[in-house]
């Protein structure tokens, strides 16, 4: 009788235990995570390793959805179709932060749990931002340049596209940093749209405009590589060396122009830890593990000659 | 040339095939006139596609993904009316993706100097109407051919955006009763869908009973036939350059009440997809064929292939190239099946 009595009873304890069990965390081979890039271009290439890494890691279904422009619709249309398939866990670095608002709290009213990673939206509701604090970045970039340039000179600054927010506080931080350094002045401020072939052309048109031209703030992927390829031609190859070009993003090409000596230092972000990162939040998230979400800042190293061996992301 | 509707009465112009109707009662008379109708070809690879994707994903037969699929193609889709208009009467409009870029960003830009939601949509409508005008002007007063007129307004349209821009997105506050246009339901369709159902209806109705539908259709197939036979084919065509450019602004109106952004890119690339829309529904480059309701399955099918590509997780690179694919097999069939009524 007893043992009966006590048999039945940690069975119900054990039942009760496991139905609060999976009320609480779901099966990992049950639970499905996309993420989202702006759009396709190598930075992203290595977020979505370091996403792929850890879904592999945690045993959860993975998606990697790339948008086929940077358009805000684009974006909201994807968060739909995948709101539709009913997955668990979207991470996305947003192209327009305004357009994706409405989807991402419809996203969240859903259940579905939603962060974002490199670029973020302030207003949608979501958990999390993980990623550069950019301001910092740039304020890092702005230092890096004054010390360089002893405090005096010329600088422009080449960015992507022009209303990236992310971009822009770089910019936001650059200008701060550069309070310090009253003789540095910025004489131009060129988009690109991060396309190689605009940002050759800014960046041709910036030098001719200023010969006496002192530093390049290149604050997104395409300037690296731009200012490497306009300063291995004729017209402008004098002025390698006399240029102090600091660029965003460890693009190969970029490392090259670092390598060959027409960069001085790279902010290299890290890609790959922002991607393990937001996949490992949304599965706790998912899991009911993470009760207090904060953001969440991955920095940047600045890459020098000297380090570009060893550095990591 | 094949006329779209079921062959019910001569015309002057257009040739239709001539097969004398059974008397078997008139239930099986329309049911034959339906099979005999085009836009059965191109339906029958939408209801392929779809059946296929609802296999492979159970998510895609859910009401809340099917009126999601519905109201992101219904934008090209309403696009795809207007443009279908302008192809059968031989031309083509280029610029209607550039015309709902500059339609949302006039709206946000109305609604930025403090104005209400009336003066804005006003505003957004009524550039279309001024560049459907003014490319109606160049191609029938002016002369130039639909491509060069329409490639012009596209560009100056994509330059006045990034000018008025200056490449940062124009973000105002709206009201609730205007983002009701592009975010709202009526039950649990989508607003905008229920404007694309709407106005598929009114330009079925022009196009087959009305006598501008008629024109539309003679001036395509044969415009100097048509205009010895007392159609004004200038005014018609300029009416229908107008009609595409107020129907691309209504599209530029709807999206941005949905996502309440003008980007400098908005509509970049829209005319493809809209003329591939057209095509798929059986317009013929050369004019005087294709009907209404063959663009809006059109634009379903591209529309879906998008949607099935995330439900079904396949890699987004492959999308362009199956949408292509599924494009060419479904024209393809539609041609090969038009081909064998001729013989």
């Known amino acids: 009788m007893k043992f009966t009595q006590r048999f039945t009873a940690s069975a119900l304890v054990a039942l009760a235990a496991s139905v609060g069990a999976t009320a609480h965390a779901k099966d990992a081979k049950d639970i499905s995570v996309a993420v989202i890039p702006k759009v396709a271009v190598p930075f992203f290439d290595d977020c979505n390793k370091g996403a792929k890494t850890a879904a592999d890691k945690a045993g959860v279904k993975y998606q990697w959805v790339v948008p086929q422009n940077t358009q805000g619709s684009t974006q909201v249309q994807i968060i739909e179709d995948l709101i539709s398939r009913h997955v668990d866990g979207i991470a996305i670095s947003v192209n327009e932060p305004k357009s994706v608002e409405s989807v991402m709290k419809r996203a969240e009213q859903s259940g579905i749990k939603v962060l974002t990673y490199d670029s973020d939206s302030p207003r949608s509701g979501r958990s999390m931002y993980i990623g550069t604090n950019n301001e910092q970045a740039g304020a890092t970039m702005a230092e890096t340049m004054g010390k360089a340039l002893n405090g005096q000179g010329e600088v422009a600054i080449i960015t992507g596209q022009l209303g990236a927010v992310n971009l822009n506080e770089r910019i936001a931080g650059i200008k701060k940093g550069l309070a310090k350094y009253p003789g540095i002045k910025v004489v131009e401020t060129q988009g690109t749209d991060d396309d190689l072939a605009r940002g050759v052309s ?33 017209e402008f190859g004098t002025m390698k060396g006399k240029l102090e070009v600091l660029a965003f993003d460890d693009l190969p090409d970029t490392l090259k122009g670092l390598k060959d000596g027409y960069i001085q230092g790279i902010m290299v972000q890290r890609p790959v830890t922002m991607g393990s990162l937001a996949v490992e939040h949304l599965v706790a998230q998912i899991q009911g593990q993470e009760a207090q979400p904060k953001d969440i800042d991955t920095g940047v190293t600045v890459v020098t000659k000297d380090n570009m061996t060893s550095y990591t992301k | 040339m094949i006329c779209s ?102 709206t946000a830009l109305v609604f930025q100097h403090g104005y209400n939601a009336p003066a804005a949509i006003g505003a957004g409508l009524g550039v279309g109407i001024a560049v459907g005008a003014f490319n109606g002007f160049m191609i029938t007063w002016i002369r130039l051919p639909p491509f060069i007129a329409t490639l012009g307004t596209l560009s100056i349209g994509r330059g006045l955006m990034y000018i008025i821009t200056k490449g940062v997105p124009v973000t105002p506050d709206v009201p609730d009763s205007f983002t009701f246009i592009g975010q709202g339901y009526i039950g649990f369709v989508p607003f905008p869908v229920v404007i694309l159902l709407a ?97 809006i399955i059109g634009a379903a099918l591209a529309g879906i292939i998008t949607n099935g590509v995330v439900l079904l997780n396949i890699d987004t690179y492959a999308q362009q190239a199956i949408t292509g694919c599924v494009i060419l097999i479904a024209v393809s069939i539609d041609i090969w099946r038009v081909r064998r009524k001729e013989r």
């Open chain 2, 199 to 295: 106005m598929t209806a009114v330009f079925s109705v022009v196009m087959r009973q009305t006598r501008f539908g008629r024109y539309v259709y003679a001036t395509g197939g044969n415009e100097v036939a048509a205009r010895l036979s007392g159609v004004r084919t200038a005014r018609v065509k300029f009416m229908v350059y107008v009609l595409s450019g107020l129907i691309a602004s209504m599209a530029g109106v709807i999206a941005f009440s949905r996502f309440v952004s003008a980007e400098p890119a908005s509509g970049f690339g829209a005319e493809l997809d809209v003329i591939a829309a057209a095509a798929i529904g059986g317009a013929s480059l050369s004019g005087g064929a294709g009907s209404v309701e063959g663009a």
């Open chain 2, 5 to 106: 509707e079921p062959a019910k009465e001569e015309r002057s112009v257009t040739a239709i095939s001539s097969k004398k109707e059974p008397q078997s009662g008139r239930a099986a008379d329309w049911i034959k006139a339906c099979l005999r109708m085009r836009e059965l070809n191109v339906l029958s690879v939408l209801l392929l596609v779809g059946l296929l994707i609802s296999v492979f994903s159970p998510y895609f037969l859910t009401t809340n993904n099917l009126m999601g699929v519905f109201r992101s193609f219904s934008l090209i889709a309403l696009m795809s009316i207007g443009m279908m208009l302008v192809i059968i009467t031989g031309g083509i409009d280029l610029s209607v993706g550039s015309v709902m870029g500059l339609s949302s960003l006039v």
């Open chain 1, 202 to 234: 800014v960046v041709e048109t910036t030098l001719r405009a200023h010969p006496q031209l002192k530093g390049i703030f290149g604050v997104s992927q395409v300037g690296g590589p731009a200012v490497a390829k306009v300063l291995n031609t004729k």
